[in-house]
């Protein structure tokens, strides 16, 4: 059997990894637009992807890049409100709540796995980046993009493959419409957002 499935369709039944974040104020665990790859764990044999950080060291098969967030990934708000509230907010946007993971004495020890949808291929738009590592650069037409290893920075892509996480060598994206450095340093620094346009080579 050999069954054709939609790359986006599909994966929108992939799930974001338990995590041992215990403060349930929706806090944000993942953005839309980070890059993820799959958690090789024999355990479950499910879709379960997460980000890279500057931690971990990374090795075969997490070593490769998987895809790119669609959704932000947030926690619950268990800390302040009963598990399973949902703020007014949050009905009818695309964020992912990640409920609360309950040890065997009943305390929050973290976020279980929760539903997100992966982009593969294709054009998009996306404000999380960052540029050349410690200086703000610009982003220009044909660069390639890489992952980024820096914790705050949640799985944004970079334009330097010197700031790659240890052990991951891949080119994730090539830029279609880019920023200027003073674009960039907006952008990254929150105060104007202004969106790439990417092509995602995963």
Known sequence: MFIPRHPVVQNQFCQFAETDTATGVGGVLAYAGAVCYLEN??????????????SDTYTAPESTPFGFLMQKVKTGYHQVHPAGFYMPGDL??????????????????????????????????TIHYNTDIPATTA?????FLYPDKTTALLGKVNNAITNLPDGVSAIVARVVKGASAAQSAANIANTTLYPIRIKLSI
């Open 41 to 54: 764990d024999a355990s479950n044999q499910e879709a379960i992807v997460n980000i890279y950080n500057e």
């Open 92 to 125: 009818g946007s695309s964020d992912v709540i990640a409920q609360p993971k309950y040890s065997a004495a009943g305390a929050v020890e973290g976020t279980k796995t929760a539903p997100v949808g992966v982009a593969h291929l294709g054009i998009w738009d």
């Open 139 to 143: 982003i220009t037409p044909g660069q």
